[in-house]
T-cell receptor, first 114, second 115 residues
Framework: AQSVAQPEDQVNVAEGNPLTVKCTYS??????LFWYVQYPNRGLQFLLK??????LVKGSYGFEAEFNKSQTSFHLKKPSALVSDSALYFC????????????FGGGTRLMVKP | EAQVTQNPRYLITVTGKKLTVTCSQN?????MSWYRQDPGLGLRQIYY???????DKGDVPEGYKVSRKEKRNFPLILESPSPNQTSLYFC??????????????FGPGTRLTVL
């Protein structure tokens, strides 16, 4: 069975500072990893994905994530946070190489203060 | 505009009254799925469909039904809703092409309250 853990319910950061949202996963095989963002009263939007290759993945809105196989982690990062980045972030994993049948983490609320 | 639409967006109903939440996508995606979102639990998959007439259970299928008679539509049916089905529901779709890790496109959500 596959699972995802997002250990922080909420992350607070000041605007302009770097941010990290943590994600660890558990699968018995090579994972496909995703980050999605949910703004208030909206559906989830795709941010970035890791399929294979370079461990540092760049995505939308200046976000990036680093795949670390030995630590089974896929932390989301951004060098300089914006107030508009405040949202709910979900990490997801699948073993399905089409990207289907995702298992999501519980979500982390990011609050960026001016 | 490429999108996934859901209707209704908000629904308050009573225990036992059958309801259907519709989902439609215009991107010619083979794969469609229903999730429910509950605080602290993230999104949990209810049912999914790999293509027309092909559906399968996700992690939390009890109390739900689905059908996939057309490629673009994937309705979620609650035959006898109960209060524990009060939740935020999302429909999603994607391509099935292998090896590409196709991202899923989500609808805007349906907030269901069962009294």
């Amino acid at each position: 069975a596959q699972s995802v853990a997002q250990p922080e319910d909420q992350v607070n950061v000041a605007e302009g500072n770097p941010l990290t949202v943590k994600c660890t996963y558990s699968v018995s095989g090579n994972p496909y990893l995703f980050w999605y963002v949910q703004y208030p009263n909206r559906g989830l939007q795709f941010l970035l994905k890791y399929i294979t290759g370079d461990n540092l993945v760049k995505g939308s809105y200046g976000f990036e994530a680093e795949f670390n196989k030995s630590q089974t982690s896929f932390h989301l990062k951004k060098p300089s946070a914006l107030v508009s980045d405040s949202a709910l972030y979900f990490c997801a994993v699948t073993l399905n190489n089409a990207g289907n049948m995702l298992t999501f983490g519980g979500g982390t609320r990011l609050m960026v203060k001016p | 505009e490429a999108q996934v639409t859901q209707n209704p967006r908000y629904l308050i109903t009573v225990t036992g009254k059958k309801l259907t939440v519709t989902c439609s996508q215009n991107m010619n995606h083979e794969y469609m799925s229903w999730y429910r979102q509950d605080p602290g639990l993230g999104l949990r998959q209810i049912y999914y469909s790999m293509n027309v007439e092909v559906t399968d259970k996700g992690d939390v299928p009890e109390g739900y039904k689905v059908s996939r008679k057309e490629k673009r539509n994937f309705p979620l049916i609650l035959e006898s809703p109960s209060p524990n089905q009060t939740s935020l529901y999302f429909c999603a779709s994607s391509f099935r092409t292998s090896g590409r890790g196709n991202e899923q496109f989500f609808g805007p959500g349906t907030r269901l309250t069962v009294l």
